[in-house]
């Protein structure tokens, strides 16, 4: 099983980007998927999660309203499109699988996934 994170690269602020999560080897539509970001210095923070089902989604609030996640069943990948972006959102962005579904309270805990593949580096500057 493997994940690979690819799509970031440099971008304005304001300007969009869609980051996407290849689930290689992975039964589809069994594993929750978060997206989690770091920058140096920093510990890795939860950005937005989506349940097996698609019922379920979660983001940070700093986030809400830019963000978006989403799956592709026949394509068995995870994407986040992200718009409006800011500085602030310059970050190595992962992607992580998890079989356990979680809950609004333990999406963003990073020790709660199993799965993490390599990061891709979205850098938002002018």
């Known amino acids: 099983v493997q994940l690979q994170a690819y799509g970031g690269g440099l971008v304005q602020p304001g300007g969009s980007v869609r980051l996407g999560c290849p689930l290689c080897g992975f039964p589809r539509g069994n594993y929750t998927i978060g997206w989690f970001r770091q920058t140096p210095g920093n510990e890795r923070e939860g950005v937005s999660y989506?349940?097996?089902?698609?019922?379920?989604?979660y983001y940070t609030d700093f986030v809400k309203g830019r963000f978006t996640i989403s799956r592709d069943y026949a394509k068995n990948t995870v994407y986040l499109q992200m718009n409006s972006l800011k500085p602030e959102d310059t970050a190595v962005y992962y992607c992580?699988?998890?079989?356990?579904?979680?809950?609004?309270?333990?999406?963003?805990?990073?020790?709660?996934?199993?799965?993490w593949g390599q990061g891709t580096l979205v850098t938002v500057s002018s």
């Open positions: 989506i349940s097996r089902s698609t019922s379920d989604t």
């Open positions: 992580a699988a998890d079989r356990v579904p979680k809950s609004g309270s333990t999406w963003d805990v990073s020790d709660a996934y199993d799965y």
